[in-house]
């Protein structure tokens, strides 16, 4: 089993900063993929961005710009550095891990709240 759990949410205005880290334990030697999605009110779970073996990355258009995912494998952890808020960014932020896609593991998600 593998565990993932998040930090880093809360409250921000527009135009700021919030940095998301996950970490995961566990039986952790199959992770190849760690990925952030969101959950708005009253909307589907969306994929955010993904890392695959450390190097790949892949954005949602909506963050491409502004959010930068990256991840440490030494330490097991993936970072989601968001900047340039914006209101619609709003969500429950959930780190995802899997060994082909971020898929298969869910850590128990962050609250992101941008106020405009």
């Known amino acids: 089993q593998v565990r993932l759990v998040e930090s880093g949410g809360g409250l921000v205005q527009a135009g700021g900063s919030l940095r998301l880290s996950c970490v995961a334990s566990?039986?952790?030697?199959?992770?190849?993929?760690m990925g952030w999605y969101r959950q708005a009110p009253g909307k589907q779970r969306e994929l955010v961005a993904s890392?695959?073996?450390?190097?790949?990355?892949n954005y949602a258009d909506s963050v491409k710009g502004r959010f930068t995912i990256s991840r440490d494998g030494a330490k097991n952890t993936v970072i989601l550095q968001m900047n340039s808020l914006k209101p619609e960014d709003t969500a429950v932020y959930y780190c995802?891990?899997?060994?082909?896609?971020?898929?298969?593991?869910w850590g128990q998600g962050t609250q992101v709240s941008v106020s405009s």
């Open positions: 995802a891990a899997g060994r082909i896609a971020p898929t298969a593991y």
């Open positions: 566990g039986f952790i030697s199959n992770i190849n993929a």
């Open positions: 890392v695959i073996s450390g190097i790949s990355t």
